[in-house]
Every structure is written in C-alpha cells, then in structure tokens.
C-alpha cells in the first residue's frame, strides 16, 4: 500500500479556496486516490475519488498529475463547518490505510 | 437507505465483562469493516469481511472477536478489555464490485473501558 504524506495542520479564511496537497511516491499503477472529511465524534466521510487528470463534483475538486505521485484537493468558498481532518488514501482493493490526516481549520 | 448504523453510541464497560458492538447497513454491500480510532489519531483498520468472511485481521488481540452473521449484520464481541482499548470503534461498508472504493461510515461507538 502507498504511504501518502499530507500536511499535518492548515488554516485558511472563509471564503478562501483551500488547497490540500497530497504525496504519494509510491502509488501502483492500479491504485486509486481518495478523499475523506471527518470531524470530531464522527466517521469519515467520502469526499471524492479519482486515477488522473482532474475529478470534480459537487463539493470538490481532485487535481493529479500525470505522474500520480502527488495529488491536491481543492475546496472552493470554505465555510466555518468545512473545519475538518482531511484524509488522503491511495490504494485499490478492499484494505485501505488512513495516514495521519490534515487538520484544517477555517477561520471567520 | 444509505446509512451504518451502529449501536450502542456508547459502551462503558468494566475490565472483566463481555459486551458486543452492532453494525447494520442495508445498502447491499459485501464489504464489511471494523476500525479503531483514538483521539487525534486516524482511523486504524481492524477487520475486514468480503462475502461474510472473514478477509483481513490486522493482527488484532483474540480479545475482540467479530462476527458477520450475514450480509447486512457485522458485530463486534469485547471480552476481557484493557483501559488502553478505550476508543472510538467505527464501523464501514462498500460495494465489492468495480473499483470504486467509497467506503460508508457509521457514526461509531465511543467506548470506555473502566
């Protein structure tokens, strides 16, 4: 499995466009990278998901280069509630690690 | 229905009694998983069951014990517990089929082990 290595805290305004950024050097070629949201006393939750170039849905966007050994999630507009840990996966079958998260905080 | 639910919300329990967690999802997923977490800490990865059976053990203490009796049911048996098992106990479900890898999270059970 991809060890992934993201920033351990970031605060952004809200408003703002928060970029997270993603390391994962290791990634095989049959892994997906995804995203979860958790905040404290809950599960986490499914953000986005994507292999290559750009996914984006509703609340989201996932950037990857062509190399895949990076990948950046972008919120656009966060919000007070968007103040969350963030976690980056990489993998492809039903096991999947969670590295250590990002610790957004989004300030008035 | 696109809900884990997991009961109870909270357990607390003594160092010699014998509890269970329940986790249901009726979302038809054959993909059936335990974590635990501790404050501050990600979510590690316990147990995973495919198909009801039992996949992966992440080298867990024979003190937890979980079952799947099928498809939609997968519980979670604590016996004999240490202070340090004190945590939240999440469980999560997905579809086996194609690549997509969206697990759902139930809510967890915060449980303190006295």
């Known amino acids: 499995l991809a060890k992934t290595t993201q920033p351990i805290s970031m605060d952004s305004y809200e408003g703002q466009e928060v970029n997270i950024t993603c390391s994962h050097n290791n990634i095989a070629t049959n892994d997906y990278i995804t995203w979860y949201q958790q905040f404290p006393s809950q599960g986490p939750r499914f953000i986005i998901q994507?292999?290559?170039t750009k996914v984006t849905n509703e609340v989201a966007s996932l950037f990857i280069p062509a190399d895949r050994k990076s990948s950046t999630l972008s919120l656009p507009r966060v919000s007070l509630s968007d103040t969350a840990v963030y976690y980056c996966l990489v993998g492809g079958d039903d096991k999947i690690i969670f590295g250590k998260g990002t610790r957004l905080h989004i300030l008035p | 229905d696109t809900e884990v639910t997991q009961t109870p919300k909270h357990l607390v329990m003594g160092m010699t009694n014998k509890k269970s967690l329940k986790c249901e999802q009726h979302?038809?997923?054959?993909?059936m998983y335990w974590y635990k977490q501790k404050a501050k800490k990600p979510p590690e990865l316990m147990f995973v069951?495919?198909?009801?059976?039992?996949?992966i053990n992440e080298s867990v203490p024979s003190r937890f014990s979980p079952e799947c009796p099928n498809s939609s049911l997968l519980n979670l048996h604590l016996h004999a517990l240490q202070p340090e098992d004190s945590a939240l106990y999440l469980c999560?479900?997905?579809?086996?089929?194609?690549?997509?890898?969206?697990?759902?999270f139930g809510p967890g059970t915060r449980l303190t082990v006295l």
């Open positions: 069951y495919s198909y009801e059976k039992l996949s």
């Open positions: 994507g292999y290559k």
């Open positions: 999560a479900s997905k579809h086996l089929a194609g690549y997509y890898n969206e697990q759902f």
């Open positions: 979302m038809g997923h054959r993909a």
